[in-house]
């Protein structure tokens, strides 16, 4: 009796022990697929794969996503939305729909991000929707892809967002806002204004338009040379003298191309291209010497390896990007992604798809723990209150899933939410030039500098025609900077380049005091 009272005693210690031991819940997985162009840089080596693998990285070493008190870690799968494998680069989209099945019914995805081509993005997410896995647009900006799904079929397409990069539209108008609103009436009017016909009554820039012959820029080139349209878009000061849609299988042609440009006398070049022959556009415009500030879209032209392969002819050309080298637009945090993504893949700048993923995954942790679950119709509400500071301002969505923007974040000003910007290369580094310098607090943004052949006098670095005060308070203010230094000024750093704005470059300066020149130019 007195050992099955002790044996009951031992029993009763144990189950108290083990009642009071605490059972620490074993962690889940959330489960990514990241299908994106595989073959180009825009997937891997510094795009969404390596954003999206950043982000879960540094969410898991801190605990991963948090559900209902159990961590769950998030585990990335990559996908191939076959971009560029059909015949001559051509998309497969048939292919990608079934690499979208495999994602979801043999890998286990919950969630998709990706889509870069709209020929596959389309398809891609109209079956994702078929098995309500919410999927995250991270690189197709086509209108369409929302326009056509969440404000058509809400109960259908509810699922799907899109993060980066704002919608073709907005883009293509952030491109005129800079040029109608800056560029051509304050840098090119005053210095090549020109009465270029009696009825306008005005002085006006010459420009050429030359777009690649795809589907995707066709509204926009009708928009830039129609003399009933451009007018609305780049302002009253702008006179399209030339245009061209362009094969981007034949740079061959671009030779005779530029002799046109420099015929056409125009000082301004909008270019539009998404394809390699963008790089090629930019180096012949380089070696014709073209005097025409080029601006616009050159996909190719935001890799960080366009200085090298344009062997430094790329310097001038502005184009759309997220955001400038190592650009701090939010501080203490831009410039924090940069310098870890530049220092966990061999120093790769990243591409926009990269920021994109990064944003995702961080924000679907910020959703899933918010909303305590995984399930995809509890999280669509959710989604839809984000409300969060990315890695370039405020992220909101628009009541159709869209990213949220507003008139003004097209203009100079940066309103703090997240906006497309125009860089220019400048000293092989992307600069941001709109927003514009002069708005403060911009202490990131510069100056659009012109092509050295198209202003001779290289001391007047602030383009009013004579060399002054005012040109020293700009050098002097940059005295001691270099490329990346906050300070720098690339047009204080006088011929020849040296990359430092010193006493060399002042007294340069101060030897031309009182110079001008005779505005308008030829």
């Known amino acids: 009796m007195k050992k099955i009272v002790t044996l009951l005693a031992m029993l009763l210690l144990i189950t108290t022990t083990v009642t009071f031991v605490p059972v ?21 080596p510094c795009g969404m794969w390596q954003g999206a693998e950043l982000a879960a990285s540094e969410i898991n070493a801190t605990g991963g996503v948090d559900v209902g008190g159990t961590p769950y870690y998030i585990k990335i799968v990559p996908g191939n939305e076959y971009a560029v494998t059909g015949p001559g680069g051509t998309p497969e989209p048939d292919k990608a729909v079934q690499e979208v099945v495999n994602l979801i019914t043999l890998k286990g995805c919950q969630i998709l991000i990706g889509g870069f081509r709209t020929e596959c993005a389309g398809p891609m997410i109209n079956k994702s929707m078929d098995y309500k896995v919410p999927f995250f647009i991270d690189g197709a900006s086509t209108d369409d892809l929302i326009s056509k799904t969440v404000r058509v079929n809400y109960d259908r397409f509810k699922y799907t967002f899109r993060v980066t990069p704002i919608n073709s539209t907005m883009l293509f108008y952030t491109i005129c806002a800079f040029l109608g609103g800056y560029v051509i009436p304050t840098v090119l009017k005053p210095i090549y204004g ?7 009554n005005r002085t006006q820039v010459r420009v050429a338009v030359l777009t690649e012959a795809l589907n995707w820029t066709l509204s926009m080139h009708a928009a830039l040379t129609n003399p009933a349209i451009y007018p609305k878009l780049l302002g009253p000061y702008a006179n399209v003298t030339f245009s061209a849609r362009v094969d981007p299988t034949k740079p061959e042609l671009l030779p005779g191309l530029m002799d046109n440009v420099i015929a056409s006398q ?6 539009v291209f998404s394809a390699p022959i963008g790089v090629s556009l930019i180096v012949t415009w380089a070696s014709k010497g073209v005097q025409a500030l080029p601006v616009g879209i050159n996909v190719m032209g935001q890799l960080q390896t366009h200085w090298a392969t344009t062997g430094g002819l790329c310097q001038y050309e502005c184009i759309l990007a997220t955001a400038g080298t190592r650009t701090p637009i939010v501080p203490g945090k831009t410039e924090v992604f940069w310098d870890h993504f530049t220092g966990n893949y061999s120093g790769k700048w990243p591409l926009y798809t990269a920021w994109g993923a990064y944003d995702s995954i961080y924000g679907l942790k910020e959703a899933i723990e918010a909303a305590d ?7 669509v509400p959710v989604f839809e209150a984000t409300d969060r500071t990315g890695l370039t301002g405020r992220f909101r969505y628009a009541n159709d899933h869209d990213v949220y923007m507003t008139a003004a974040d097209l203009g100079p000003y940066h309103t703090g939410n997240v906006r497309a910007m125009m860089v220019q290369w400048q000293a092989a580094r992307m600069e941001v030039v709109w927003p514009i310098y002069q708005y403060s607090p911009l202490p990131y943004a510069r100056m659009v500098r012109l092509p050295t052949a198209m202003y001779p006098l290289i001391t007047d670095i602030n383009y009013d025609g004579r060399v002054d005060g005012k040109d020293i ?14 300070r720098w000024r690339m047009e204080a750093d006088l011929p020849p380049v040296d990359g430092r704005v ?11 005091f009182g110079k001008y020149v005779t505005l308008p130019l030829p």
Request: charged share 20%.
């Open 24 to 44: 620490r819940a074993s962690p889940g997985t959330i489960t990514v697929g990241i299908i994106g162009p595989q073959g180009l840089p825009h997937f891997s």
């Open 194 to 200: 020109h009465y270029l016909w009696p009825e306008a």
């Open 266 to 271: 125009a000082r301004l070049m909008i270019h």
């Open 373 to 379: 679950s995984l399930d995809p119709d509890t999280l």
């Open 473 to 486: 308070a700009i050098a002097s203010k940059a005295f001691g900077s270099y490329p990346g230094h906050p």
């Open 502 to 512: 010193d006493g060399k470059d002042i007294a340069k300066i101060a030897k031309d």
